[in-house]
């Protein structure tokens, strides 16, 4: 089969349209005729053709009627630089699809604006919608914001409509209007793109997610068209050309021998360019506002408008064109009793190529080239006719549609690759990817597109196409933290953008980067709320990084209060605040030495990790939790001798605690002993009271036998004066002196006392656990043996220190029998060097005791 190179796809469609029953170009139809062939296939064609145009298929975005931008007085009256009519004609003027070239300009003012008073209600309408909706109701909550903003999009464009050219008003009301109404096609989107995702779990249908952007970018071009089509009816005409005949007419009834003007002869739908002959002048201009009106319906997907539009303006075979894209099926290839029609174009590879030629060649129209063009999936002849963002999308998704639909059906139905072999190879091989087409707008050579790129919301709809919920959350955190202030309607709308995905369960970065710059900002009274919306591990995580640098009390009371009323888990997240700094110190517990030497300084971080405590003694029901974080800080202290901060601690709890344990508990009425975990932290802590106590005996002790009182000295050759005043002096010595030793004697009996009271602790131990039933802690069960091994030998060489500074040997050489005892086993945990020293010790006591006429063990020796 051939054709010639400027024959219309028309003729290509199965049936062809019948030419008019009546009328003055009737003897311009000379269809070609193709008979109906039902293909020798095995299997029926996948019923794609749905996806390709919106002819046939169920709309995905319903609409109430909007008026188009820039205002509009009623639903019928067209905007004058859209239509204009002169004698009888249709007139297009200079604007075309997609959003105005001020669309630019008004949003960069958008940044100093306040928004308008009409506006302001904005902000608890979402609230309020989004109080009223449960997340079982998320994409309802979606379409209500849509609803939402359109109303008030509706309310700023009768302001707009109103206002006189210049006034400030305008510029303000007109620039809102531009911003709500950009939020509300990207609700619209949001909901178009997450409801097939979830609901239908069609995550990876690239197939899919490009459908719905085609429809969500027609639908926008939709709202701009409004009601123009019926206008358009009333200017239309039955007869096309009507001026070309007419003067073909009456150059055929009267002899114009001085007639110059080349027209055309005949009349076919080929004529102009088979003749390469002009139309009447009238004609043209008709021509090229039908052929721009076109594709704008087309860019709108209203297929089925475009072809009424094409019939009405007596110009069927125009309309047929567009209908050569639907596959062909025959559903009577099953047999069965009933003829059923058939559907679909039999020669659509046919079709396509012809659609394919007439856009590359240059004689036609520039829009009746972008009209084939976009049938035949040809990109490069779409996008000079694109102005806007939007419509650079949509032509690129197009053809990305039409391109994976020619391969599903390749693939599905087994046809030869031939069939299309007379396509280019850049259209069959095209490997497009959503990421790449993004790539290619950045590329463009559109001024205008470039600079559209760059808006916020267009950047916003990017990601939600792509899914990059990661490239979006980073976006925004740059937005917030190093760029501009941003309009208050385009933050509220990215916090409730942030709480839908929330809602999903999807992970974000944005909801922690703005929670990131109000903690930065030191807007306490805010974070709460939105950290609620994370899940409930963030949350909590979140919200203990936070209150890790909240230092004032009163702060941290206010902090934990909104923290309750934001829903969050308290005691979780105060948990975490104190395991978060008590884990800080990477240092292991180590063997320190013996000397009996005063505390280790204390750090700043040690008295974060003091102060920390604090966060768990606000509410009484944390008071077991406050004890095992103390405890668990103390033996760090322990271990690093660092006892003024271990007594710090100790002090952070309340006196309270263990008795408002037992009574939490027994409330409960619960007929069973307190937790093991409960029970064992109790005596942890009495475990460590009872060692901070004797070392605080013992350098009490330690400085007051180091400060004995000075005894007066006589000098040489004294005068009677200062005999006396000698005398005085050694009387006043001797009274401090007997003071000093009765003070002394007092506090190295306290001091034995306590100390012993950590050698011999009841019930098993010092920092043994009674209770062996507790969940097991490895972490918690090492350091208590490691401070077994670190702290007993030292209570025992500063009780050896006690008994022999003050001459009490024979006590010493008792404290061998308690080490030695097996019902204390206190000689494991003794080194091999600490009990060398011990004993070395002991001998010493033993050699004093003999030096002083006694035995080794300070017994007099009988004779």
Known sequence: MSWSKGMHPCFLNDPPPPPPASGPNRQCFDFLSISLVTPKTTGRNPDVSAILASVGRTPRFMHTPRPPLGGMNSSNQLLDDQLTCCNGCMRVGPRGPGLGNESTVLYTSLTRLSPPAASASLFPDFLQAYLRHSSSAIFDLLEEYEAICQDKVLIESRMVSRATPGQQKSSKTAGMRWLLQQEMVTWRLITSLYRDRIQTELEDDIMMDVALVVDWLESIAKDEIGDFSDNIEYYAKSVYWENTLHALKTRRNTDNSGFNIPLVTELDPDAPIRQRRPLADLDREDDARLLKYLFTLLRAGMTDEAQRLCKRCGQAWRAATLEGWKLYHDPNISGGQCLLPVEGNPQRCVWKVCCWRMAEDEQFNRYERAIYAVLSGNLKRVLPVCESWEDSVWAYFRVLVDSLVEQEVIRSSGMDSEELE???????????????????????????????????????????????????????????????????????????????????GLQLKVLKAYIALLVKEKQVDLIAFYVSHLPSDMSTSQYAHFLEGVSEAEQRQRCLELAREAGLDVAAVTKMVVENIRERDTEEFAHHDLTPALDAGTSTEDQRKIDVIDWLVFDPAQRAEALKQSNAIMRKFLACKKHDAAKEVFAKVPDDSMREIYRQWEEQGLDMPLPAEDENAIREHLCIRAYLEAHEAFNEWFKHMNTPPQKPSLPAQAKFTETVAFEMKEKE?????????????????????????????????????????????????????MLRRLCLPMMTFLLLTVLQRTQRHQESLRMADIIASDQHRLYEVFSKDELRKFLQKIRESSLLLLDKGLDPLGYEIQP
Do not use: C
């Not at 001024?447 to 976006?475: P, T």
């Not at 007092?746 to 034995?752: I, Q």
């Not at 100390?755 to 019930?763: G, K, S, W």
């Open 422 to 504: 007379e396509l280019p190879k850049e259209y069959l091989e095209a490997n497009w990817t959503l990421e790449k087409v993004f790539e290619e707008l950045q590329a463009t050579e559109s001024k205008r597109v470039l600079e559209e790129n760059k808006e916020q919301y267009h950047i916003i709809q990017k990601f939600v196409i792509l899914g990059d919920l990661d490239g979006l959350a980073q976006e925004f955190s740059k937005w917030l933290v190093t760029g501009p202030t941003l309009p208050s309607h385009l933050l509220r709308f990215m916090t409730h953008l942030v709480l839908f995905y929330n809602s999903l």
């Open 733 to 785: 010595y001797q009274m401090e002196h007997d003071n000093w030793s009765g003070r002394l004697d007092a506090l190295t009996e306290d001091v034995k006392e306590r100390i012993y009271n950590v050698l011999l602790f009841v019930d098993g131990g010092w920092m043994v656990d009674v209770r062996e039933d507790a969940e097991e802690d490895p972490e918690r069960g090492h350091q208590m043996a």
